[in-house]
């Protein structure tokens, strides 16, 4: 199982990208899925969330209004859009699987992809 995310960068305040986690042997739709970030010396922080169910989505406050979660169930991959972007948006990004059924919990996580706000 391996979850890879990609689309990270140098970008200007203000500017914008988009997140991308593809996943292989594992079927995303099935997961509830989230991006986290962590910026150097602060702890990993849940940026948003989008169930498996109905596809609800949570944001943080940081991200409230600037940042949409989606899932493209035929590429098997969650996006997460970044608009504003901000400095303090700098952090490395993770996606992350989680499923909890009657066979237990799986959780997931990607390596990360540099997200960098700069001038």
């Known amino acids: 199982v391996q979850l890879v995310e990609s689309g990270g960068g140098l970008v200007q305040p203000g500017g914008s990208l988009r997140l991308s986690c593809a996943a292989s042997?594992?079927?995303?739709?099935?997961?509830?899925m989230s991006w986290y970030r962590q910026a150097p010396g602060k702890e990993r922080e849940l940026v948003a969330a989008?169930?498996?169910?109905?596809?609800?989505?949570n944001y943080a406050d940081s991200g409230q209004g600037r940042f949409t979660m989606s899932r493209d169930n035929a590429e098997n991959t969650v996006y997460l859009q970044m608009n504003s972007l901000k400095p303090e948006d700098t952090a490395v990004y993770y996606c992350?699987?989680?499923?909890?059924?009657?066979?237990?919990?799986?959780?997931?996580w990607g390596q990360g992809t540099q997200v960098t706000v700069s001038s």
């Open positions: 989008i169930r498996s169910v109905g596809d609800s989505t």
């Open positions: 042997r594992l079927t995303l739709s099935s997961y509830d």
């Open positions: 992350r699987a989680r499923q909890s059924s009657w066979s237990g919990i799986f959780d997931y």
